[in-house]
Protein backbone atom coordinates (compact mmCIF):
# COMPACT_ATOMS: atom_id res chain seq x y z
CA UNK A 1 0.00 0.00 0.00
CA UNK A 2 1.36 3.24 -1.14
CA UNK A 3 1.26 5.82 1.24
CA UNK A 4 3.22 9.56 1.46
CA UNK A 5 3.16 12.01 3.87
CA UNK A 6 4.47 15.60 4.07
CA UNK A 7 5.70 17.26 7.19
CA UNK A 8 7.39 20.67 7.94
CA UNK A 9 6.60 23.99 9.92
CA UNK A 10 3.36 25.54 9.43
CA UNK A 11 4.70 28.92 9.65
CA UNK A 12 7.08 30.44 7.95
CA UNK A 13 8.60 34.35 7.97
CA UNK A 14 8.71 36.29 4.87
CA UNK A 15 13.01 35.95 3.91
CA UNK A 16 13.26 32.26 5.51
CA UNK A 17 13.56 29.10 4.02
CA UNK A 18 11.00 26.82 3.75
CA UNK A 19 12.12 22.89 4.39
CA UNK A 20 9.52 20.50 3.78
CA UNK A 21 9.88 16.20 3.92
CA UNK A 22 7.84 13.67 2.13
CA UNK A 23 8.42 10.45 3.79
CA UNK A 24 7.16 7.48 1.75
CA UNK A 25 6.07 3.70 2.22
CA UNK A 26 4.90 1.10 0.01
CA UNK A 27 7.33 1.92 -2.28
CA UNK A 28 11.50 2.74 -2.83
CA UNK A 29 12.80 5.13 -4.61
CA UNK A 30 15.81 3.27 -5.55
CA UNK A 31 13.23 1.59 -7.68
CA UNK A 32 13.68 2.22 -11.62
CA UNK A 33 11.01 4.29 -13.14
CA UNK A 34 9.65 5.79 -9.70
CA UNK A 35 9.47 9.68 -9.28
CA UNK A 36 8.19 11.78 -6.34
CA UNK A 37 6.88 15.09 -7.35
CA UNK A 38 5.42 18.44 -5.35
CA UNK A 39 2.63 20.10 -6.05
CA UNK A 40 0.72 23.22 -4.38
CA UNK A 41 -2.24 24.93 -3.79
CA UNK A 42 -2.75 28.29 -2.23
CA UNK A 43 -6.30 28.68 -0.46
CA UNK A 44 -9.02 29.01 -3.21
CA UNK A 45 -6.84 28.56 -5.92
CA UNK A 46 -5.88 25.57 -8.84
CA UNK A 47 -3.05 23.49 -8.21
CA UNK A 48 1.11 24.22 -9.29
CA UNK A 49 3.05 21.56 -10.14
CA UNK A 50 6.73 22.41 -8.53
CA UNK A 51 9.50 20.17 -8.67
CA UNK A 52 10.29 16.34 -9.27
CA UNK A 53 13.25 13.87 -8.52
CA UNK A 54 13.69 10.56 -9.94
CA UNK A 55 15.09 6.87 -9.03
CA UNK A 56 17.83 7.52 -11.12
CA UNK A 57 18.36 11.12 -9.20
CA UNK A 58 17.09 13.38 -12.16
CA UNK A 59 15.60 16.51 -10.90
CA UNK A 60 13.55 18.87 -12.87
CA UNK A 61 11.75 22.03 -11.42
CA UNK A 62 9.01 24.78 -12.44
CA UNK A 63 11.02 27.20 -14.74
CA UNK A 64 9.00 30.44 -12.62
CA UNK A 65 10.39 28.87 -9.19
CA UNK A 66 13.26 27.02 -10.60
CA UNK A 67 15.70 29.39 -8.51
CA UNK A 68 14.33 28.98 -5.03
CA UNK A 69 13.94 25.37 -5.27
CA UNK A 70 16.00 22.44 -4.35
CA UNK A 71 14.76 18.86 -3.98
CA UNK A 72 16.35 15.92 -2.68
CA UNK A 73 15.82 12.56 -1.74
CA UNK A 74 17.68 9.84 0.91
CA UNK A 75 16.20 6.68 -0.46
CA UNK A 76 17.85 4.92 3.00
CA UNK A 77 14.86 6.97 4.98
CA UNK A 78 12.49 6.90 2.34
CA UNK A 79 11.86 10.54 2.24
CA UNK A 80 12.16 13.34 -0.10
CA UNK A 81 12.79 16.98 0.70
CA UNK A 82 11.84 19.73 -0.68
CA UNK A 83 13.71 23.54 -0.04
CA UNK A 84 12.25 26.78 -0.96
CA UNK A 85 13.88 29.78 -0.36
CA UNK A 86 13.24 33.50 0.26
CA UNK A 87 9.14 33.05 0.84
CA UNK A 88 7.01 35.32 0.80
CA UNK A 89 2.95 35.63 1.83
CA UNK A 90 2.53 34.70 -2.01
CA UNK A 91 3.67 31.32 -1.14
CA UNK A 92 1.07 30.49 1.76
CA UNK A 93 -0.35 27.00 0.79
CA UNK A 94 -1.52 23.35 1.08
CA UNK A 95 2.11 21.86 0.16
CA UNK A 96 1.52 18.30 -1.73
CA UNK A 97 3.78 15.13 -2.43
CA UNK A 98 2.56 12.90 -5.06
CA UNK A 99 3.85 9.39 -6.57
CA UNK A 100 4.28 8.99 -10.13
CA UNK A 101 5.70 5.87 -12.60
CA UNK A 102 7.21 5.87 -15.73
CA UNK A 103 7.42 3.24 -18.02
CA UNK A 104 4.44 1.14 -20.28
CA UNK A 105 0.98 0.60 -17.84
CA UNK A 106 0.23 -2.75 -17.73
CA UNK A 107 -3.59 -3.24 -18.38
CA UNK A 108 -3.74 -0.66 -21.28
CA UNK A 109 0.00 -0.31 -22.83
CA UNK A 110 -0.32 3.45 -22.47
CA UNK A 111 3.53 4.66 -22.47
CA UNK A 112 3.35 7.63 -20.96
CA UNK A 113 3.37 6.78 -17.22
CA UNK A 114 1.34 6.66 -14.29
CA UNK A 115 1.32 10.47 -12.71
CA UNK A 116 0.22 11.13 -9.53
CA UNK A 117 -1.77 8.13 -8.71
CA UNK A 118 -1.20 8.25 -4.86
CA UNK A 119 -1.01 11.74 -2.92
CA UNK A 120 0.13 12.51 0.79
CA UNK A 121 -2.40 14.64 2.89
CA UNK A 122 -0.79 18.02 1.96
CA UNK A 123 0.78 20.55 4.66
CA UNK A 124 -0.01 23.98 4.77
CA UNK A 125 1.93 26.28 5.35
CA UNK A 126 1.42 29.84 5.94
CA UNK A 127 3.98 33.24 5.10
CA UNK A 128 3.75 35.64 7.76
CA UNK A 129 5.56 37.82 10.04
CA UNK B 1 4.96 26.29 -21.24
CA UNK B 2 1.95 24.36 -22.07
CA UNK B 3 -0.78 26.38 -21.48
CA UNK B 4 -3.93 24.51 -20.21
CA UNK B 5 -7.19 26.35 -21.09
CA UNK B 6 -10.30 24.34 -18.77
CA UNK B 7 -13.99 25.45 -18.90
CA UNK B 8 -15.75 26.05 -17.32
CA UNK B 9 -14.57 27.45 -14.20
CA UNK B 10 -17.49 26.61 -12.29
CA UNK B 11 -20.97 25.25 -13.39
CA UNK B 12 -24.24 24.29 -11.21
CA UNK B 13 -26.05 21.00 -12.06
CA UNK B 14 -28.60 18.66 -10.02
CA UNK B 15 -28.30 14.77 -9.30
CA UNK B 16 -28.68 12.87 -12.36
CA UNK B 17 -27.06 15.22 -14.79
CA UNK B 18 -24.70 14.71 -17.56
CA UNK B 19 -21.77 17.28 -16.62
CA UNK B 20 -18.99 17.68 -19.28
CA UNK B 21 -16.02 19.69 -18.67
CA UNK B 22 -13.28 20.52 -20.87
CA UNK B 23 -9.20 21.09 -21.16
CA UNK B 24 -7.57 22.53 -24.22
CA UNK B 25 -3.80 22.01 -24.51
CA UNK B 26 -2.02 24.83 -26.02
CA UNK B 27 -0.58 22.59 -28.51
CA UNK B 28 -0.15 18.61 -28.82
CA UNK B 29 0.39 16.80 -25.61
CA UNK B 30 -0.57 13.07 -27.42
CA UNK B 31 -3.05 11.56 -24.42
CA UNK B 32 -0.48 12.38 -21.44
CA UNK B 33 -3.36 14.09 -19.99
CA UNK B 34 -5.07 12.91 -16.47
CA UNK B 35 -8.19 14.57 -14.55
CA UNK B 36 -8.66 14.87 -10.56
CA UNK B 37 -11.25 15.35 -8.61
CA UNK B 38 -10.73 17.19 -5.14
CA UNK B 39 -13.05 17.59 -2.53
CA UNK B 40 -12.75 20.62 0.35
CA UNK B 41 -9.69 20.19 2.78
CA UNK B 42 -8.87 17.00 0.98
CA UNK B 43 -5.88 16.11 -1.85
CA UNK B 44 -6.63 15.42 -5.50
CA UNK B 45 -7.83 11.60 -6.27
CA UNK B 46 -7.07 10.99 -9.97
CA UNK B 47 -9.89 9.50 -12.26
CA UNK B 48 -8.80 9.49 -15.35
CA UNK B 49 -5.23 8.92 -16.99
CA UNK B 50 -4.02 8.61 -20.50
CA UNK B 51 -6.71 10.93 -21.41
CA UNK B 52 -9.50 8.28 -21.47
CA UNK B 53 -8.45 5.90 -19.42
CA UNK B 54 -10.56 4.59 -16.10
CA UNK B 55 -8.38 4.70 -12.54
CA UNK B 56 -8.99 1.42 -10.66
CA UNK B 57 -12.45 1.74 -8.48
CA UNK B 58 -13.54 4.94 -9.94
CA UNK B 59 -17.13 4.62 -11.20
CA UNK B 60 -17.57 3.80 -14.56
CA UNK B 61 -20.32 7.31 -15.06
CA UNK B 62 -16.63 9.13 -15.38
CA UNK B 63 -15.33 9.04 -18.51
CA UNK B 64 -12.90 10.60 -20.41
CA UNK B 65 -12.13 11.22 -24.63
CA UNK B 66 -9.45 12.82 -26.45
CA UNK B 67 -9.60 15.08 -29.87
CA UNK B 68 -6.57 16.71 -31.05
CA UNK B 69 -6.00 18.72 -28.56
CA UNK B 70 -9.34 18.52 -26.75
CA UNK B 71 -9.96 16.83 -23.55
CA UNK B 72 -13.14 16.20 -21.92
CA UNK B 73 -14.07 14.45 -19.05
CA UNK B 74 -17.74 13.51 -18.65
CA UNK B 75 -19.88 12.57 -15.79
CA UNK B 76 -23.08 10.62 -17.51
CA UNK B 77 -25.31 11.12 -14.19
CA UNK B 78 -23.88 13.16 -11.27
CA UNK B 79 -23.97 11.91 -7.87
CA UNK B 80 -23.99 13.32 -4.65
CA UNK B 81 -20.70 12.74 -4.12
CA UNK B 82 -19.78 14.18 -7.11
CA UNK B 83 -19.87 17.81 -5.85
CA UNK B 84 -16.41 18.96 -5.86
CA UNK B 85 -13.94 20.64 -8.02
CA UNK B 86 -12.02 19.16 -11.39
CA UNK B 87 -8.54 19.34 -12.54
CA UNK B 88 -6.64 18.75 -15.65
CA UNK B 89 -2.73 17.68 -15.87
CA UNK B 90 -0.98 17.57 -18.77
CA UNK B 91 2.26 15.35 -18.28
CA UNK B 92 3.79 15.51 -22.08
CA UNK B 93 6.08 18.22 -21.06
CA UNK B 94 7.78 20.29 -18.11
CA UNK B 95 6.93 22.00 -16.75
CA UNK B 96 3.51 19.69 -16.11
CA UNK B 97 0.27 21.89 -16.02
CA UNK B 98 -2.80 21.85 -14.61
CA UNK B 99 -6.05 23.39 -15.86
CA UNK B 100 -7.77 25.87 -13.52
CA UNK B 101 -10.20 24.04 -11.95
CA UNK B 102 -14.46 23.19 -12.62
CA UNK B 103 -15.99 23.70 -9.48
CA UNK B 104 -19.15 21.63 -9.76
CA UNK B 105 -22.06 22.90 -7.26
CA UNK B 106 -25.17 21.97 -6.42
CA UNK B 107 -27.67 23.79 -8.64
Known amino acids: QITLKESGPTLVKPTQTLTLTCTIS??????????VAWIRQPPGKALEWLAVIYWDDDKRYSPSLKSRLTITKDTSKNQVVLTMTNMDPVDTATYYC?????????????????????WGQGALVTISA | DIQMTQSPSSLSASVGDRVTITCRASQGIRIDLGWYQQKPGKAPKRLIYAASSLQGGVPTRFSGSASGTEFTLTISSLQPEDFATYYC?????????FGQGTKVEVK
Open chain 1, 26 to 35: GFSLSTSGVG
Open chain 1, 98 to 118: AHLTLGPDILTGYLGGQYFDY
Open chain 2, 89 to 97: LQHNSYPWT
